[in-house]
């Protein structure tokens, strides 16, 4: 793939503008529009869906948006002419309630994709019979919703667009015709899903791990390389953050395999412990707010649905490892410790648990629940995940064509607890 040009929309940085190359001849032309590798240089892109869509002139579809799982779409038009249109939704957002727009034109030299991330409603005006293509980061969900795009209360203030030259002549579904206004949208329970987080406030340690990873993907943050930002050298970091100004720091860094950890505790010692107080220290000097991912391997497993006031009895080296992090920061009265038990969107091994009981969601699905706690006040300790399952229940609800084995974690070299599952209504009752 060729790219010409990178850049965000004029009035909304995280709209992204891509220009690629398009080769004409005699014959035709020919053009390579995506290159996973050349996405992921520019934003963490996972496609999981990819739509075609044909519409006549006039045609206006949208504003349309989803929030379980929340979507982020990729647009390009594939023939004709169109004005690409996008509401932010995002709560405090400096463009919260603004729209903005873009012509994307198949005639032109060069061909564009335009990027249009999660915590936007989108649409499109159809200015002549077009086929539009759009890669999204997620599957569709009937949890998708509308706003009116001739709501009164949207602001059109970024775009020159009229959009009551469209009013008498556009050709629209009942469903987009009856689309929440912005203020009827306001008013709903689900309005909460959205919200914008400037990515000079918040700090994200492990930012290369499976968590990390997710986060990037959805999370405008800074998330430091361990070379720049070494929790266990605690005047590195003082160095990194003395000119910043950060509000969060989210810890996701730590040492995870409990069966290395019984091997090599002095590894976790240094990463989840003396790392941890690190970042109590540094957090309380500069008063950050510090939000610590710790486990439900905390409690011994011997009754499940454990609430976060229930008594803490680790059964192995990691989770006592985690349980020191977490004792760290319970010093600090500005943090929020989150208990939970994630894992890989895909299950990655051939067999699973029958017998062992979790909380555990796919790292997707945390990640989202994360990034909500970011935008509240809340402190102390919150627990987040599903309704107790199995491992195996939990395997197999990830779907994939890979079979899954059966195992019993009785048949583990070493110990760990049998049922951990988390009571979350703290979390159930803050996002309802």
Known sequence: MKLKEIGNHPNFRDIKIIKFEKFSDNRGYFTEHFRKSDFQNIFNLNIMQCNQSYSYKNVIRGLHFQWNNKMGKLIRAVTGHFIDVFLDIRINSPTYGCIGSYELNSKDEYLEWIYVPEGFAHGCIFLEDSIIEYFC????????????????????????????????????????????TLEQWEKTENYKQFYYLSENEIIVTGGSGLLGTELKTKLIADYPSHQDFDITNYDKMENYIRNKNYKICLHCAAT?????????????????????????????????????????????????????????????????????????????????????????????????????????????????????????????????????????????????????????????????????????????????
């Not at 599957?139 to 709501?151: D, K, M, R, V, W």
């Not at 008594?311 to 010093?331: C, D, F, H, I």
């Open 137 to 180: 980061n997620s599957e569709y969900s009937p949890t998708e919703a509308c706003i009116n795009i001739f709501s009164d209360v949207i602001n059109w203030k970024y775009s020159n667009l009229d959009i009551n030259n469209f009013k008498d002549i556009c050709i629209m579904s009942p469903k987009d015709k009856n689309g929440f």
């Open 256 to 432: 995870t395999s409990p069966p290395n950890v019984e091997k090599n505790p002095i590894v976790a010692l240094e990463t989840n412990i003396i790392g941890t107080t690190n970042l109590v220290k540094l957090c309380s000097k500069y008063n950050i707010k510090l939000i610590y991912i710790s486990t439900d391997y905390v409690f011994d497993g011997k009754k499940g649905n454990y609430k976060e006031e229930d008594a803490l009895n680790p059964v192995n080296k990691y989770s006592l490892s985690k349980l020191g992090g977490e004792t760290a920061v319970r010093m600090y009265s500005n943090s929020l410790t989150i208990r939970l038990s994630l894992g890989a969107n895909i299950f990655p091994y051939e067999k699973a648990y029958i017998d062992q009981y979790t909380s555990r969601e796919c790292v997707r699905e945390i990640s989202e629940k994360i990034i909500k706690l970011l935008n509240t006040d809340i402190t102390g300790i919150i627990h987040i995940g599903h309704p107790k399952r199995s491992v195996y229940d939990y395997a197999i609800s990830l779907g994939g064509d890979k079979k899954i084995g059966k195992i019993s974690f009785k048949e583990m070299k070493i110990n760990i607890p049998e049922d951990t599952s988390l009571d979350t209504s703290k979390y159930d009752m803050l996002f309802k």
